[in-house]
């Protein structure tokens, strides 16, 4: 190709580049991040191009490439085609800070609607929960109540019951825990509720229940008191008497073989002789 002919497709080329940096500026203008993204692409390959004509250019005109006119006309494009991608860099780093930001956003909205719904979750969890406590309670003051009022007029009875103490004791224990599960249940109540008028209302009944529960357990306790008290007053202290040992009486000494029938006579002789003075008498002659 003659030098024309290619300074001619050189100009060319720069006239692509130009429209294509007026495509840029129009597509980041209206937001198209895949046009400003293709027309960039096109505009690297055209100034490429553009390049070679160049080369072209100054081996026909043999000058270097560092010519002063040479280098005005590169430079020239060069600042056309910076100035674009410059533009195009931006738009795609405040774009990228956007989507981060609308990401972000977009998580904290996530988020906040995830602590709603768990909210609304809960709530109705609760709501489901109120009536299920409510119903325990009750139901567990009327039969622990009615046990206890059973016990109660039984104490009552001054005697005519005597129950076990052990086993009495245990059915108070474990009355008194039951009341404390049915508490436990009034109390979770009254935290998920904050319908006020209704907590007035279920406070009374609570308050009522409760009076009759401990006037009869204090009863059922007093009572329990009286039998252990009279259960420890009773009882016999068993004492180990040693046993009595049959007296053995006293064994006579052994006959003497010296006397014979006449000296036993003599010596009989001798105590009556003497009967007026004795006042004690041994079983043998050596003591009188």
């Known amino acids: 190709m003659s030098l024309t002919e290619v300074e001619n497709l050189r100009d060319l080329e720069r006239e692509k580049i130009e429209k294509t940096t007026e495509k840029i500026y129009e597509a980041i203008e209206k937001e198209n991040y895949r046009l400003v993204q293709k027309y960039r692409e ?17 081996g026909l005109r043999k000058v270097s490439v560092n010519d002063k006119g040479m280098k005005q006309q ?3 494009i060069l600042e056309v085609t910076e100035k674009a991608s410059e533009a195009a860099e931006n738009y795609y780093n405040q774009l990228k800070k956007i989507k981060k930001e609308e990401k972000q956003a977009d998580r904290e909205r996530r988020a906040a609607q995830s602590r709603v719904d768990q909210e609304l ?16 309670f009750l139901s567990e003051m009327r039969e622990i109540n ?28 474990y009355i008194e825990n039951r009341f404390e599960e ?36 204090l009863k059922i306790k007093t009572y329990l008191s009286q039998l252990q008290g009279r259960s420890s007053s009773s009882q016999q202290v068993n004492v180990t008497l040693p046993s009595r040992q049959a007296s053995t009486p006293a064994r006579l000494p052994p006959r003497n073989p010296g006397l014979t029938v006449s000296a036993m006579a003599g010596q009989k002789e001798v105590v009556k002789a003497f009967e007026d003075n004795i006042s004690s008498i041994s079983m043998d002659d050596r003591h009188v």
């Open 121 to 136: 979750k809960s709530q109705a969890e609760r709501e489901a929960r109120k009536p299920i406590l409510k119903d325990y």
């Open 146 to 173: 009615k046990i206890v009022g059973d016990y109660a007029k039984k104490a009552d009875s001054r005697g005519s019951w005597i129950p076990d103490t052990q086993a009495l004791n245990n059915e108070v224990l």
């Open 74 to 76: 590169h430079q020239s």
């Open 42 to 58: 096109n505009m690297g390959k055209m100034l490429e191009k553009w390049e070679g004509y160049h080369l072209q250019v100054a």
């Open 182 to 217: 049915a508490l436990k249940a009034y109390n979770q109540f009254m935290t998920l509720s904050n319908d006020m008028d209704e907590n007035n209302k279920f406070r009374e009944v609570k308050n009522a229940e409760e009076r009759k529960y401990r006037g009869d357990i």
